[in-house]
């Protein structure tokens, strides 16, 4: 659970007045997440979640919100935000950023079958195309020049072994090139905690847009290969349904394995950056950033194709 920042019912029932959504009942906090504050809470006319950003930029969070409403209205099962009458997102709470937003039915599976997995790749699909109209999208804030520069940066930290498999990969991904790759704003984090499920099997929540911005839509792919597939039917069933709404190109198969590299990449060095350079909070989850480093070894000794 993360809470890095407390929130007194007073001063949140007074923040909720322009929304308009009824009195505050109550509200708790989420057992979940690492990157923001996030809290349940009910008011007179319903459930919402609370979100207090925790270190993202006005503009950068401007964004977010609108994605998430422009996906929402698109039909995706993505949360949307509401409004004060001046039209604003958000507002601050408690010295900081902070916005309402739907809260959304379902629960989170921890271990999918193929046909979750088939699912997730369509709505993948989906979110990439119906995100693809929305104007001045940022670039993804943890790309390439993320990678690199987080990297070098925790280099000087890790253990003599660590830190040759963390340079040579540095190395290795400073060469790719994916300019080639269909491009477009991606999720970037679209892991098995951030997807709820209704009862048909069907996702009922996007969630945790937060590190979403505008790249290769591949490495989406493989962010979701990376945390939804362990195996080769799952992964052939997320390929298949991604590639019914948007077929893969032949360059983004060539691209795959270094593409999947990085993805794996990138979650080890956020885990790596947690655990080393860890924020003060109330409540605050570490993952395990091994799992990704076991990942990525693996995929360096034995790189896979696309399936399909
Ligand atoms: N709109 C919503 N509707 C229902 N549940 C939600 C909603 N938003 C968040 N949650 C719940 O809160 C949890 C944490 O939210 P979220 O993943 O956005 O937090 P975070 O701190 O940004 O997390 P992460 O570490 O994944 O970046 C989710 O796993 C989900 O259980
Ligand atoms: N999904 C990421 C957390 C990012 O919020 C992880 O599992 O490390």
């Known amino acids: ?35 923001n504050s996030n809290y349940f809470v009910t008011t007179a006319h319903g459930r919402f ?10 503009a950068t969070l401007a964004f977010y919100l609108r994605l998430q409403a422009h996906l929402a209205d698109a039909g995706l099962p993505c949360p949307h935000p509401y409004a004060d ?26 271990e999918p079958t193929a046909v979750h997995c088939r699912a997730i790749g369509a709505a993948l699909a989906r979110l990439h195309l119906a995100a693809a109209g929305l104007a001045d999208a940022p670039a993804n804030p943890c790309g390439a020049a993320w990678r690199q520069a987080v990297g070098s940066s925790l280099l000087a930290a890790l253990s003599t072994d660590e830190a040759a498999l963390l340079a040579d990969e540095l190395t290795f991904q400073s060469a790719q090139n994916w300019k080639a790759l269909p491009q477009g704003v991606i999720h970037a984090d679209l892991f098995r905690d951030n997807v709820l499920w209704d009862d048909c099997g069907q996702p009922s929540g996007l969630l945790d847009f937060y590190f979403a911005g505008t790249d290769a839509w591949l490495f989406d792919l493989a962010v979701v290969a990376n945390d939804w597939c362990p195996d080769g039917e799952k992964l052939s069933a997320l390929c298949g349904g991604y590639g019914e709404i948007r077929p893969l190109t032949d360059g983004e198969r060539v691209a795959w394995p270094a593409v999947r590299r990085a993805a794996a990449l990138r979650f080890w060095l956020l885990r790596l950056e947690a655990r080393h350079r ?31």
């Open 1 to 35: 659970m993360s809470v890095y920042t407390l929130v007194g019912r007073d001063e949140l029932a007074a923040w909720l007045r322009p929304l308009a959504v009824g009195e505050l009942i109550e509200h708790a906090g989420i057992a979940a997440g690492m990157q």
């Open 49 to 58: 979640v609370l979100t207090l950003f925790e270190s993202i930029a006005p």
């Open 85 to 110: 009458p001046q039209g604003n997102y958000w507002r601050m709470l408690c010295g900081k950023p902070a916005a309402l937003l739907s809260c959304l039915p379902g629960r989170a599976i921890e």
């Open 278 to 308: 860890p924020r003060a909070g109330e409540v605050v989850t570490v993952k395990n950033p091994d799992d990704f480093r076991h990942l990525l070894e693996k995929f360096r000794l034995a790189p896979d194709a696309l399936p399909g």
